[in-house]
């Protein structure tokens, strides 16, 4: 069987004034991520793994932060773009994992919801898709509660092969 492993990092500041949506899960905080589109900072690390599998460029090049059709958009629906390329090229997913680091607020009780959300674009089981959040011990821009950071990593399977 062909396989093929990608990987993602993202990265988004916590503003003032924004929804805070991870996993395409609105999650109650002061606090938003700030972006072009919703930033939800995961999928972006999640579809970057998806392209890094196949060597298609990362999603700045596929969704330009300059173009006013992704202004506000969930990232869910860009996410079900990038499918449709892993698709086109062959691929099924294998699986994901992946890691939220945020200091605050907490996100474990959303992450069910997040599995399920994901689980369903990305055409798979929920026992497919991990997602873990963990801080940073107070260090960095994470744990200063500048930011949010995700890293995802991805295996896709060649149909039939
Ligand atoms: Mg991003």
Redesign the pocket.
């Known amino acids: 069987m062909i396989i093929k492993v990608g990987i993602g990092y993202?990265v988004?500041a916590l503003v003032k004034g924004r929804l805070l949506i991870l996993g395409g899960v609105e999650i109650p905080y002061e606090r938003g991520l700030l972006?072009h589109s919703d930033?939800d900072?995961l999928i972006?690390a999640i579809m970057d793994a998806l392209l890094g599998a196949l060597a298609l460029g990362d999603?700045g090049a596929h969704f330009p932060d300059r173009d006013p059709r992704y202004s506000g958009i969930s990232s869910l629906s860009l996410l079900e773009e990038v499918m449709k390329l892993v698709e086109a090229q062959g691929y099924r997913l294998g699986n994901i994992d992946s890691i939220i680091v945020a200091e605050r607020p907490k996100v474990a009780q959303f992450i069910p919801q997040i599995r399920s959300n994901l689980a369903r674009v990305l055409k798979t089981d929920e026992s497919c898709v991990s997602v873990k959040a963990t801080t940073t011990e107070r260090l960095g821009f994470e744990g200063r509660g500048e930011g949010i950071a995700a890293q995802a990593i991805a295996n896709l399977e060649k149909v039939g092969g």
């Open positions: 993202d988004h972006g930033a900072v972006h999603i």
